[in-house]
């Protein structure tokens, strides 16, 4: 789940979304990640172009930091 990625990040700007390619990712760049410790998210079973699968994402990370909320938009 995004959240429990989300979690383990120690401040929101250490957080970096990478969009995978349409034939999907190779097993050696999912190694590379891993050993760096990246989390791997996946949007579920849809297939969405490039561009959808960007918005949806941030939105889901701003979401899950609560970046969405009425609360957050009021301390700005």
């Known amino acids: 789940l995004i ?12 957080v970096t979304v990478v969009i995978g390619p ?13 050993g760096g410790g990246a989390k791997s998210i996946t949007l579920g079973s849809r297939v ?3 561009e959808t699968a960007a918005i949806a994402a941030i939105t889901l990370v701003q979401h899950a930091l609560g970046d969405l909320s009425a609360e957050a938009r009021s301390k700005r």
């Open 22 to 34: 349409e034939g999907g990712w190779s097993d050696d760049e999912v190694n590379l990640f891993a």
């Open 48 to 50: 969405l172009r490039t």
């Open 3 to 14: 959240d429990d990625a989300l979690a383990e990040a120690p401040h929101a700007s250490a």
